[in-house]
């Protein structure tokens, strides 16, 4: 790198190239940053945070070091097993406790809870007169249900949001009781503004063939049984971005830490300004070929990076924000965007014995309107993860979540003690054991601001219309969440295809680049 003048007293300038440049230290820019890498491209990753992995995180409590975000992964497709396996770890994939999840909900007494029903997708459930769908929304509940079974699926044509087609084909209680606590948990947005299509691939289809939405539901279960595990590391899924971390040193890519990334602009005529002998050509490959100066601001001052291509791999509205900047006049119509959600994740390390028996399965979705309880769901760790009771070593995790689409988190203002406080009075009624202060060992947060939901109605277009802008200004990708879909099944794959499709633009005939 080579340093710019700069007046006394003021910031260095710093000043350096790659042939990519990737903004965002998350998995998805993690694994685009080294599959550009595996080629000899220059890459330099730009994270704003001290930490990599965004929402694959880690967090030390009580001696622990556990997962801080992210603690398991979706089999289908088998992008992320074939990942691990390319780092080493695929023998340490574990399978996690299959004793399945509860439903908290409002009782006649207060608070009640019901296992959740196996045989069913984000909820709806294929058999709605079975007892564990009953002993939630009750018999008058299910008959409602069961009237799905009995309507002609032609009245509802083509559904597109998964609220209103479950409300409309199975009533209000189906949707209530188990549809929107499963979509707060995944997606943390309300069901009604889920796009069908996205969150339930072939479900619309599926309903046509078997002539009910429960019917179509059955069918997809069955045909995805294989598809529907998930998996995690043992250890913690924190090691994967440590494997990660590590083959990108391995491959001499550039990674700089507390770089908040505030500008994005061309620099044209990149083939001419930007060559040197440590690597692959970084120009592209023609005379007029473009380029894009990346600002950072940085504790050592501000940091230039000139690159062919760009990775953006930030967060939904930092990297659109990005967009704006770089493609000049791009009207992405900002209002159509969804607002990012709040979710907050609060880890607590207990001595509670009568938590050995897992009251409530591996953890506990709650209704919206469940009485005196703010979070939206629990996991018990250590009841879900064998190797982690193990090392727990009689100790308890459990990790609560909080914040819903459209409504204030409740977290926010509060001080580290009353969120400790409050966390703990609503793991003991979730889990419906008493649990006091002398018990909690320990407790940690995890707060991400800009969570935008890729699953959300009409957000399909949305991306659709931004791809189709970067594909007319090459050399800039985005990918991540917010455009691939939720969970590391859905980013990991994205990113690859991100990552290649810069390969193949960069990569000569002759092989090299």
């Known amino acids: 790198m080579s340093e710019a003048p700069a007046p006394t007293g003021e910031p260095a300038a710093e000043r350096t190239t790659a042939d990519v440049v990737v903004v965002g230290g998350g998995v998805a820019g993690l694994v685009a940053a080294l599959e550009c890498a595996k080629v000899g491209l220059r890459v330099t990753v730009l994270e704003r945070r001290d930490e990599l992995g965004g929402c694959v995180g880690r967090i030390e409590l009580d001696g622990l070091t556990l997962d801080s975000g992210a603690e398991s992964f979706a089999t289908r497709g088998g992008a992320v097993a074939e990942l691990l396996g390319s780092l080493g770890l695929d023998t340490e994939i574990e399978d996690p406790n299959p004793a399945g999840a509860w439903l908290a909900m409002p009782g006649r007494h207060g608070l009640t809870a019901a296992p959740l029903p196996k045989t069913g997708m984000l909820g709806i459930p294929s058999n709605p007169l079975g007892d564990d769908v009953r002993r939630i929304i009750g018999w008058s509940g299910a008959i409602r249900a069961y009237g799905d079974r009995l309507r002609p699926i032609l009245r509802i044509g083509r559904a597109r949001s998964l609220g209103q087609l479950v409300r409309s084909r199975m009533g209000q209680a189906v949707l209530d009781r188990l549809v929107t606590p499963i979509a707060a948990g995944v997606y943390s947005t309300d069901p009604n503004d889920l796009d069908l299509d996205v969150v339930a691939p072939g479900l619309n289809e599926a309903m046509t063939r078997m002539g009910s939405l429960s019917g179509g539901v059955g069918q997809l279960v069955e045909a995805r049984k294989a598809g529907a595990a998930v998996g995690g590391i043992s250890g913690g899924m924190h090691r994967l971005v440590d ?271």
């Open 243 to 513: 494997a990660l971390e590590g083959e990108l040193a391995r491959f001499g890519v550039t990674v700089v830490r507390g770089a908040e990334v505030t500008g994005l602009v061309r620099e044209p005529r990149l083939a001419e300004s930007v060559s040197d002998d440590t690597g692959p050509s970084s120009a592209g490959t023609g005379d007029d070929a473009a380029g894009w100066i990346v600002t950072a601001t940085t504790e050592a001052g501000e940091l230039f990076v000139s690159a062919p291509d760009v990775v953006l791999a930030a967060s939904g509205h930092a990297a659109l924000a990005l967009v704006d900047a770089a493609l000049d006049g791009w009207a992405r119509g900002s209002e159509t965007w969804p607002d990012a959600a709040s979710v907050e994740l609060v880890t607590l390390v207990l001595d509670a014995p009568a938590l050995d028996a897992a009251p409530r399965g591996t953890g506990v979705l709650v209704a919206a309107d469940a009485p005196g309880v703010q979070a939206k769901a629990l996991t018990h760790s250590t009841a879900k993860w064998p190797w982690l009771a193990e090392h727990a070593g009689g100790r308890h995790v459990v990790r609560l979540s909080y914040g819903r689409a459209g409504s204030p988190n409740p977290l926010d203002g509060r001080t580290d003690a009353e969120v400790a406080a409050l966390a703990l009075a609503d793991a003991a009624l979730l889990l419906g054991v008493p649990l006091d202060e002398g018990m909690l060992r320990a407790s940690g947060r995890t707060l991400w601001r800009d969570a935008l939901s890729q699953a959300t109605l009409g957000q399909r277009d949305r991306v659709r219309a931004l791809e189709a802008a970067l594909a007319a200004e090459p050399g800039i990708e985005a990918t991540g969440s917010w455009v691939a879909g939720t969970g590391l099944a859905s980013v990991v794959p994205h990113a690859l295809d991100a990552a290649r499709r810069i390969r193949h633009r960069r990569v000569q005939p002759d092989g090299g680049a």
